[in-house]
């Protein structure tokens, strides 16, 4: 089993003015709701137009009544392509936010919104545009310089992002966002004390924004603070319960720390909550194993091997579990593709040292031991812990 290391990811936050966006290639019309058919013209005015008080599906329907009678209304393209972005219609986000920059080019929340929907199309370069044409127009706006920061970090720029979130930073000194996504960018290059410095301002201007105790608590776990990662796991989890990658990463924890049913409980709120990652089966897999439930152990694997074929992680885990039910030939198998994939897992060499020595093997029983011992002094005390000797 491999332990994951990643961090939440970096967060923007979506500027709304009335509800204004941006992003399209083509007037969309939309027919109105049933339910909601004929507002009248000042109440779709109203609901396209009001800064609160008004939900999307109401927005929807003001903006797209208002552009029944004015197609070429840029603020009404700009706020209903906002909307289409938050409901994940993008294409249709595109349209209208399109159109509304084309009838409005100096309008810096459609820019700046288009480049989110960009951003949400992995499309760095398109975004980084349209966040620095926003921000030509609006030089001293935080939001435009995170955002785009965030973008310079999905190219792998770090000294650009770095520097938009410093000026993100000193525009608002009170942006607990930008200093989540720069600590973020400070730990995932290594410089940890000034990301844990950044994730405790970010704490401490918005004690309920889940990810940063996340992350913070990733900090701790890389100094060996295993009490306080606990603790910061343990607030992330309570403020957003379903956070499948500090589940899984809390679940990792208990795991190092052979609380394995632990392990189990956050492996099951992990895939609860998001059943994508094939790492989480496998994880599951081994911690099944070892706590005995072999057979839903094998289901496990199966489901990450089908995700993510030829997995040697996942093919030691089947072995092991094969290895316990007394398969020993399924095991050796198993152990075998594993090695050829990573010749110096040591798990693997361990397991299928014990499966030889059950089938008699015992010179390549002690072969494959001692070589496991080589790259681990430690692996017969992990296989004791697993139940295997």
């Known amino acids: 089993m491999v332990s994951a290391r990643h961090s939440m990811k970096y967060n923007h936050k979506v500027g709304i003015r009335a509800g204004l966006c941006t992003i399209g290639t083509a007037l969309i019309l939309l027919a109105l709701p049933a339910a909601a058919q004929s507002p009248s013209p000042a109440q779709a005015r109203q609901w ?52 509304a920059i084309d009838l409005d080019s100096k309008d810096a929340i459609a820019w700046y919104n288009r480049g989110i929907v960009h951003d949400d199309l992995g499309d760095r370069d398109h975004a980084i545009a349209d966040y620095t044409s926003a921000i030509r127009l609006r030089p001293d706006d935080a939001q435009y310089f995170n955002n785009r920061g965030n973008s310079y970090i999905g190219k792998n720029d770090y000294e ?77 989890l309570e403020l957003m319960p379903n956070n499948d990658r500090d589940a899984f990463a809390r679940a990792n924890m208990y795991f190092d720390g052979h609380d394995y049913a632990r392990a189990l409980e956050d492996y099951d709120r992990a895939i609860k909550a998001n059943a994508s990652y094939a790492g989480v089966f496998n994880a599951r897999c ?69 499966a030889k020595r ?30 295997v000797q």
């Not at 009404?76 to 993008?90: D, P, S, Y």
């Not at 072999?294 to 030829?310: F, T």
């Open 286 to 354: 081994m911690t099944r194993a070892i706590l005995g439930r072999l057979q839903e152990a094998l289901a496990d694997c199966e489901q990450s091997l089908r995700m993510r074929p030829g997995d040697p992680y996942t093919l030691d885990s089947r072995a092991l579990t094969q290895l316990k039910l007394g398969n020993l030939d399924a095991a050796i198998a198993d152990y075998d593709t594993a090695l050829r994939a990573k010749p110096e897992l040591d798990s693997a060499l361990y397991g299928r040292g014990l």
């Open 160 to 236: 650009h992002a770095m520097a938009d979130y410093d000026r993100a930073i000193r525009l608002d000194p009170k942006f607990a966002l930008a200093f989540f996504n720069r600590g973020t960018a400070y730990r995932e290059h290594g410089e940890a004390d000034r990301a844990l410095a950044d994730f405790d301002m970010s704490i401490k201007l918005d004690p309920a924004y889940g990810p940063a105790y996340g992350n913070r608590a990733r900090i701790f776990r890389d100094k060996g603070d295993r009490t306080r990662a606990m603790a910061d796991f343990a607030k992330s």
């Open 48 to 99: 396209c137009f009001a800064t609160s008080r008004t939900s999307d599906d109401q927005r929807l329907t003001g903006c797209s009544a208002v552009l029944q009678a004015n197609p070429s209304n840029a603020l009404a393209l700009a706020n209903r392509g906002e909307i289409f972005r938050r409901k994940g219609e993008t294409e249709r986000a595109l349209a209208d936010l399109n159109r």
């Open 358 to 387: 059950s089938k008699g093997d015992a010179e390549g029983a002690e072969r494959d031991i001692a070589a496991a011992k080589a790259i681990n002094a430690g692996i017969a005390d992990s296989f004791a812990r697993y139940g």
